[in-house]
């Protein structure tokens, strides 16, 4: 007969099975996903589905429809391998450039992307299309959305709410009212299939601000966060982020500018939101806070209605890594992803990736730096956490995988290090149920269960639980959350995912 088992406080686990976070890191999980042809820049933009089973990759200099018409591919894992969805989307006619900015809905089924060299209305005013997946098939949905005049490179930066039905599009050359690229975000929603502007477009501050070369949107669409990057309200190129809320139809300014650091900061280079729009991380991949263009990110919450920094400042290692260069926020704001670049921890300018975790209001690296593979790469050029923090998808732009700069993209899973997963072991054999859970999971007896040790996401071991005289677990005293569990098997071990609700 069955005998349930049950966890040890929260209180005991913390004191008696805290292990160091290092017992986790990121391992590639599957095949890289390599551009098509030489200079294709592909992952010149990339976005991850929330469970980190779907990945969108923008290629802005690919040829399939003309000279840099520029194309997109999305890929599913299946099996641990990447594959693709659909047929590629190319830009409509050459130096499009289709695939600048790329977004993905939460479920991986509606994606948004910009062309921001579209010619028309005119030369380069800018495009943005949105499909959804049916059957296997890209299907447009409503028309296309075009920047409103010559010059704009509207398309040049995208966001998409969780269900897909509004995007927020930047056209960071826009001129406002005389002030040449102060740059503008507009906000469409999908009413009945037509893209309908939600309240007036949100215009940068001053002259050449580029405002709307990068933004986020919260998953309910209501929230949008702008980088101005060379706004001069710190200094000449300081840069700054404003946050915008929709108020009953009216864009309404949350909280003060955030202005960059110092003079030629580039604050705003790269902005992520959490999915309800309350944190948000800025790069600033210029700033000198640890040697000449070292890079800086820095972390805020929305603390009724002012943005507070939310940890200390993060900086790149050395002189020129560019930290901050892209930025990726997970579900609730608690992971962030920073890619460097021009670090040369793999060679010249390979680039570099890390994962930091808040605890305590304190920054601290989980798992060890994630390289890029070769010098020139340039890995991290852009980056995207999945929801729960556990995969994270890379590009590296000038990989030569499939010829030189043809570049590519991985995906990495955060597991435990602690021994190696049997091979033979398919990870269909270890079932569990249900999952999500509220109070137990239950396991298929045929596996011939061991041992289960339970980890939470920043990799502390909270629990070591024999198994051999049991298949299910009381779990109702865990927090709601997601967890990992390291399954050792009479075959060998597995990892997989828990989430309590």
């Known amino acids: 007969m069955k005998k349930k088992i049950f966890f040890l406080s929260l209180f005991l686990l913390a004191t008696l099975f805290v292990t160091n976070a290092q017992d986790f890191d990121f391992y590639q999980l599957g095949n890289d996903i390599d551009g098509e042809a030489v200079d294709d820049k592909s ?27 520029g194309h997109v591919r999305v890929y599913e894992k299946i099996a641990n391998v990447w594959t693709q969805i659909g047929d590629d989307i190319d830009g409509d006619a050459a130096s499009n450039f289709l ?63 969780g269900d897909g039905n ?77 946050v915008y809320e929709n108020l009953n139809g009216i864009w309404t300014k949350v909280g003060d500018d955030i202005d960059g650091s110092a003079m030629d900061d580039n604050s705003g280079w790269s902005v992520s939101l959490s999915a309800d729009g309350s944190t948000l991380a800025i790069g600033a991949p210029f ?33 020129g890594d560019l930290f901050g260069y892209s930025t990726s926020l997970n579900t609730d704001g608690t992971i962030l992803a920073v890619s460097g ?15 930091y975790k808040n605890e305590n209001n304190t920054w601290t690296q989980i798992g060890t730096n994630i390289h890029g593979e070769t010098a020139g790469d340039n890995s991290g050029y852009s980056i995207s956490l999945s929801g729960d923090a556990i995969f994270v998808a890379i590009s590296a732009l000038n990989n030569d ?37 509220k109070h137990s999971i239950f396991f298929n007896e045929e596996i011939h269960l061991e041992e289960v040790i339970l980890y939470s996401l920043d990799g502390k071991q909270l629990v070591t639980q024999n198994m051999q005289r049991d298949a299910f677990l009381d779990i109702s005293n865990l927090a709601n959350g997601t967890y990992i569990l390291k399954i050792k098997t009479a075959k060998g071990l597995i990892t997989k995912k828990l989430i309590k609700q």
Do not use: C
């Open 287 to 319: 700033n000198d806070g640890n040697g000449d263009r070292s890079g800086q990110v820095r972390v805020f919450r929305n603390i009724n209605g002012i943005w507070t920094q939310f940890g200390a400042d993060i900086y790149g290692e050395v002189t």
């Open 166 to 242: 509004i995007v927020a599009i930047g056209g960071s050359y826009h001129d406002n009212n005389g002030n040449d690229s102060a740059g503008h975000v507009r906000v469409f929603e999908n009413l009945n299939g037509t893209w309908t502007q939600i309240g007036n477009s949100i215009e940068g501050e001053d002259e050449f601000d580029y405002s709307g070369r990068r933004l986020s949107m919260s998953s309910d669409g209501s929230i949008v966060a702008i980088g101005a990057p060379f706004n001069d309200g710190n200094g000449r190129n300081s840069g700054h982020v404003r």
């Open 43 to 69: 992952g010149w933009s990339i976005a991850l589905s929330a469970d980190g089973s779907t990945v969108i990759i923008g290629s802005i200099r690919n040829d399939g429809n003309g000279d840099q018409s």
């Open 341 to 355: 670049i021009n670090n040369d921890g793999n060679g010249s300018n390979s680039g570099f990736v890390q994962i």
């Open 99 to 161: 695939g600048g900015a790329v977004a993905i809905s939460t479920d991986g089924s509606v994606i948004a992307i910009g062309a921001s060299g579209n010619n028309v209305i005119g030369l380069n005013s800018g495009q943005a299309k949105i499909f959804k997946n049916l059957n296997g098939t890209w299907s447009q949905i409503g028309d296309d959305i075009f920047g409103e005049a010559f010059g704009n490179q509207f398309g040049g930066a995208i966001g998409l709410s």
């Open 401 to 437: 995988g499939n010829g030189s700069n043809s570049g590519h993209v991985r995906v990495y899973e955060f597991k435990p290090t602690l021994g190696v997963e049997d091979i033979s072991l398919n990870s269909d054999d270890v079932v569990f149920y249900p999952n999500p859970s």
